[in-house]
Nanobody, 121 residues
């Protein structure tokens, strides 16, 4: 069974940082690009960014570029999302997803269970 379990969310003040962790199991992480998706209350899911299998390439949405960093350890079956300079509009449920690209924002079957991030003063 493929499982993606996110953790590391919480509440942070604007300008703060959080590091989300996604632990993968049930498949060989080294064979898949991985992606982060988020969904804010009342809004459609949106793609955050993706990383290729060997960490030589990362891709980010416009809002994530320069503030968010995706990394991975295939040996540990972990994918991370480092989020810096957080803004209130970053408040959302964040999901780790198996695969690559913005299309994953429309495919919940490839997501984990999600972790809440709240940015508020």
């Amino acid at each position: 069974e493929i499982r993606l379990v996110e953790s590391g969310g919480g509440m942070v003040q604007p300008g703060g940082s959080l590091r989300l962790t996604c632990v993968a199991s049930g498949f060989d992480l080294s064979t898949d690009d991985m992606t982060w998706v988020r969904q804010a209350p009342g809004k459609v899911p949106e793609w955050v960014g993706s990383i290729n299998t060997i960490s030589t390439a990362t891709y980010y949405s416009e809002f994530a570029e320069g503030r968010f960093t995706i990394s991975r350890s295939n040996a540990e079956n972990i994918v991370w999302l480092q989020m810096d300079n957080l803004k209130p509009e970053d408040t959302a449920l964040y999901y780790c997803a198996k695969g690559h690209g913005p299309a994953l924002a429309k495919n919940r079957k490839m997501w984990g269970q999600g972790v809440q991030v709240t940015v508020s003063s």
